[in-house]
Nanobody, 112 residues
Framework: QVQLAESGGGLVQAGGSLRLSCAAS????????IGWYRQGPRKQRELVAR???????EYADSVKGRFTISRDNAKNTAYLQMNSLKPEDTAVYYC??????RGQGTQVTVSS
């Protein structure tokens, strides 16, 4: 079974940046799409960004132009570069691989 481990979260001031990583075990990383989701306090889960096997990307309107998703198949790792962070970006961020695997999440807190 694939295991995913997110890292890179933390506390940052508004306007700052963070880079999240999602490390995957197993051999199915390169043949699955990767998603980054978030769930903030008293909010529903939201798809933040997604990258396909071929590298096509899509983003939630709320993060377009600020966040960048990428993947390194050689390292079995995906990334979410987050710039110009806002307090409303505060959430637990977690990654998914395909439809069956999800990490435990990493907390991102943006102070105003």
């Amino acid at each position: 079974q694939v295991q995913l481990a997110e890292s890179g979260g933390g506390l940052v001031q508004a306007g700052g940046s963070l880079r999240l990583s999602c490390a995957a075990s197993g051999s199915t990383f390169s043949v699955n799409a990767i998603g980054w989701y978030r769930q903030g306090p008293r909010k529903q889960r939201e798809l933040v960004a997604r990258i396909s096997v071929g590298g096509s990307t899509e983003y939630a309107d709320s993060v377009k132009g600020r966040f960048t998703i990428s993947r390194d198949n050689a390292k079995n790792t995906a990334y979410l570069q987050m710039n110009s962070l806002k307090p409303e970006d505060t959430a637990v961020y977690y990654c998914t691989l395909g439809v069956n695997s999800r990490g435990q999440g990493t907390q991102v807190t943006v102070s105003s």
